[in-house]
C-alpha cells in the first residue's frame, strides 16, 4: 500500500481546508524535494534532457485549436507587447504548439530576444482535427517547418501532442524513431509527449525514449487525467523517479480557478511542494497576469522553502 493510498481520508480532508499541499511538501510523501530558492525564475533541470531553464514558463495556448489561441487572435501588438513583457521580468521558457498557431508571432518577438537563453518547446499534432489540414506528414517534414516558422536552427523539445490512448508508444513509434533521429543530428534537443488520459501517462512510465513530458495537476482534480489527484501524482512521481522531465499544466483548471484566489494560491503551493514537478507552465493574458502570478510564486516558495 502506497502513502498516497494510505493517507487518502486525510488528503481529502486537508483538500477540502485548502491544506492538502502539506501532505505533499512532506518528503515521506514527495521524495526527494528539490532544493529551490525563492525565485521564480531559477534555472531548473528538466529530468535528464539535459535542458536547464526556468522555474516559471509562459504557454501560448489559451482558448487554442485549428492553428488560432487568444494570442492569435487579438492585436498583435498587444501580444508582442506581452510576450516581451514576460521575457523581461525574467521567464525564458514559452510553450508553443501547432495548434495554437503562435510559431510565427513567438518569431516576431524572438528578434527582442536572446535566443540562447531560451528553451522554447512546440508539439506536433498527429490526431484527427485540431489543425486544418487533414493530411499528417512525418516528423521530420513537420519540424522542418516548424524551425521555418520560428526562424530558428534547433527547437530545445519537440513533444507529440495530447496523448489519450494506452499504447501510444507502439503506434507512433516511427514518429518516435524520427525525432530520435532529429535530437541526434541537434536539430532538437530532447523529445517527449504531453499526456491527456492516465492511461497515456503509464504508457510513457515504460519508455525510455519521453524526455520531457507535459501533465495536468492541480490538487482540485479539475481538467485533469483523473479527478482523484493521489492517482495522477502517483503516476508522475514514477515518471520522475525514471529520470524524465516533468511539466506541470493546468495548474488553474484550464482557467476555471482563474477568479478563486485562495485556490490559485493553494494549487501553486501544492504543486511546487510535490518535488517531482520540475517546472510551472501558465498561459499569461495580460501582463498583470504575468506580473500576479511572479509575486504568488514567491509567496508560496517562501512558504515552502
Given at each position: 500500500m502506497?502513502?498516497?493510498?494510505?493517507?487518502r481520508?486525510?488528503?481529502?480532508?486537508?483538500?477540502?481546508?485548502?491544506?492538502?499541499?502539506?501532505?505533499?511538501?512532506?518528503p515521506?510523501?514527495?521524495?526527494?524535494?528539490?532544493?529551490?530558492?525563492?525565485?521564480?525564475?531559477?534555472?531548473v533541470?528538466?529530468?535528464?534532457?539535459?535542458?536547464?531553464?526556468?522555474?516559471l514558463?509562459?504557454?501560448?495556448?489559451?482558448?487554442a485549436?485549428n492553428?488560432?489561441?487568444?494570442?492569435?487572435?487579438?492585436?498583435?501588438?498587444?501580444?508582442?507587447?506581452?510576450?516581451?513583457?514576460?521575457?523581461d521580468k525574467?521567464?525564458?521558457y514559452?510553450?508553443?504548439?501547432?495548434?495554437?498557431?503562435?510559431?510565427?508571432?513567438?518569431?516576431?518577438?524572438?528578434?527582442?530576444?536572446?535566443?540562447?537563453e531560451?528553451?522554447?518547446?512546440?508539439?506536433?499534432?498527429?490526431?484527427?482535427?485540431g489543425i486544418?489540414?487533414?493530411?499528417?506528414?512525418?516528423?521530420?517534414?513537420v519540424?522542418?517547418?516548424?524551425?521555418?516558422?520560428?526562424?530558428t536552427?534547433?527547437?530545445?523539445?519537440v513533444?507529440?501532442?495530447c496523448m489519450?490512448?494506452e499504447?501510444?508508444?507502439?503506434?507512433l513509434?516511427?514518429?518516435?524513431e524520427i525525432?530520435?533521429n532529429?535530437?541526434?543530428?541537434g536539430?532538437?534537443?530532447?523529445?517527449?509527449?504531453?499526456v491527456?488520459?492516465?492511461?497515456?501517462?503509464?504508457?510513457?512510465v515504460?519508455?525510455?525514449?519521453?524526455?520531457?513530458?507535459?501533465?495536468?495537476?492541480n490538487?482540485?482534480?479539475?481538467?485533469?487525467?483523473?479527478?482523484?489527484?493521489?492517482?495522477?501524482?502517483e503516476?508522475?512521481?514514477?515518471?520522475?523517479?525514471?529520470?524524465?522531465?516533468?511539466?506541470?499544466?493546468?495548474?488553474?483548471?484550464?482557467?476555471?480557478?482563474?477568479?478563486?484566489?485562495?485556490?490559485?494560491?493553494?494549487?501553486?503551493?501544492?504543486?511546487?511542494?510535490l518535488?517531482?514537478?520540475?517546472?510551472?507552465?501558465v498561459?499569461?493574458?495580460?501582463?498583470?497576469?504575468?506580473?500576479n502570478?511572479?509575486?504568488?510564486?514567491?509567496?508560496?516558495?517562501?512558504?515552502?522553502?
Amino acid at each position: 500500500m502506497t502513502n498516497f493510498q494510505m493517507n487518502r481520508r486525510k488528503f481529502i480532508g486537508a483538500l477540502s481546508a485548502g491544506t492538502a499541499h502539506v501532505l505533499f511538501s512532506n518528503p515521506l510523501y514527495a521524495g526527494n524535494i528539490p532544493a529551490r530558492s525563492h525565485d521564480p525564475f531559477q534555472l531548473v533541470e528538466l529530468g535528464n534532457s539535459g535542458i536547464k531553464t526556468t522555474l516559471l514558463g509562459m504557454g501560448t495556448g489559451v482558448h487554442a485549436t485549428n492553428r488560432t489561441s487568444f494570442l492569435t487572435k487579438q492585436d498583435k501588438n498587444a501580444s508582442l507587447d506581452l510576450l516581451h513583457h514576460a521575457y523581461d521580468k525574467g521567464i525564458r521558457y514559452f510553450d508553443l504548439a501547432d495548434t495554437y498557431g503562435t510559431h510565427g508571432l513567438f518569431a516576431e518577438a524572438m528578434t527582442k530576444m536572446n535566443r540562447e537563453e531560451l528553451t522554447l518547446t512546440t508539439k506536433i499534432w498527429t490526431r484527427p482535427g485540431g489543425i486544418p489540414e487533414q493530411e499528417r506528414p512525418d516528423a521530420n517534414i513537420v519540424v522542418e517547418r516548424f524551425r521555418k516558422e520560428l526562424n530558428t536552427d534547433y527547437i530545445d523539445l519537440v513533444q507529440i501532442h495530447c496523448m489519450v490512448d494506452e499504447d501510444w508508444t507502439e503506434t507512433l513509434k516511427p514518429q518516435m524513431e524520427i525525432l530520435s533521429n532529429l535530437k541526434a543530428k541537434g536539430i532538437i534537443k530532447a523529445h517527449g509527449v504531453s499526456v491527456h488520459s492516465l492511461d497515456a501517462m503509464k504508457d510513457a512510465v515504460k519508455s525510455s525514449w519521453v524526455d520531457v513530458l507535459h501533465a495536468r495537476i492541480n490538487p482540485y482534480g479539475i481538467a485533469m487525467d483523473k479527478p482523484d489527484p493521489q492517482e495522477v501524482v502517483e503516476v508522475i512521481q514514477q515518471l520522475h523517479q525514471s529520470g524524465k522531465g516533468i511539466i506541470g499544466m493546468k495548474l488553474v483548471g484550464n482557467g476555471q480557478l482563474r477568479d478563486d484566489s485562495q485556490k490559485i494560491d493553494n494549487s501553486l503551493r501544492f504543486v511546487l511542494g510535490l518535488g517531482c514537478v520540475d517546472l510551472m507552465l501558465v498561459g499569461f493574458e495580460t501582463k498583470d497576469q504575468v506580473d500576479n502570478y511572479i509575486s504568488r510564486m514567491e509567496t508560496q516558495l517562501k512558504k515552502l522553502y
